[in-house]
């Protein structure tokens, strides 16, 4: 009979304890990102070829319904008169997602600061590209729901991702190393 007593200082890198990595969640970051802008962007040129300003398409009655709009504004088209406001905030959140993501330490913070990124690049390329001009663009709105006021996915995104991102802060611990103990 032969046994095996050979053992290795090794530990299985599976049973490691496991802190917090640093920079891992970049790419999930940048991906998630730029995946909710196409996305918006596909889904707005697609309103915009199909529906005309003002046009509404009943999908639930009058409750759930498409209506395109061309927002200057923020929610409720509230600062029309600051298009250049939100999108130097805009442009500024998307870069500082980018510089930040390399610091999160939790999957779900990096998703919902993604989803929220994602919708800021998603009406910043709006503010951009689209009339009336470079950096005082309008965002494409379309969906409607109730009395509430008219958005689109990016709008939707930067919702959740702030519930998300929030949640994810106000449970985590934020340890920088694993706890001995």
């Not at 596909?42 to 915009?48: F, G, S, T």
């Not at 529906?51 to 929610?75: H, M, S, T």
């Not at 600061?113 to 965002?139: Q, S, T, Y």
Request: glycine share 8%.
């Amino acid at each position: 009979m032969q046994h095996n007593n050979s053992h290795t200082n090794t530990q299985d890198p599976a049973s490691a304890p496991r802190g917090p990595r640093r920079g891992r969640y970049l790419p999930l970051v940048a991906a998630v990102m730029l995946v909710i802008a196409v996305a918006d962007q596909a889904i707005k040129q697609l309103m915009v070829s199909w529906l005309e300003p003002g046009d509404q398409v009943p999908l639930i009655g009058d409750w759930f319904r498409f209506y395109l709009l061309f927002n200057p504004g923020a929610a409720f088209s509230m600062g029309q008169n600051s298009t250049w406001l939100f999108t130097t905030i805009q442009l500024a959140f998307v870069v500082g997602a980018l510089l930040y993501a390399p610091r999160l330490t939790s999957r779900f913070e990096a998703i919902g600061l993604a989803m929220i990124a994602g919708g800021a690049l998603g009406n910043l390329i709006d503010r951009l590209f689209r009339d009336p001009g470079f950096w005082f663009g309008h965002v494409v709105d379309y969906i409607s729901v109730g009395s509430f006021a008219v958005f689109n996915l990016a709008d939707a995104c930067i919702t959740v991702g702030t519930a998300l991102f929030a949640l994810a802060v106000l449970t985590s611990d934020h340890k920088e190393a694993p706890h001995a103990g």
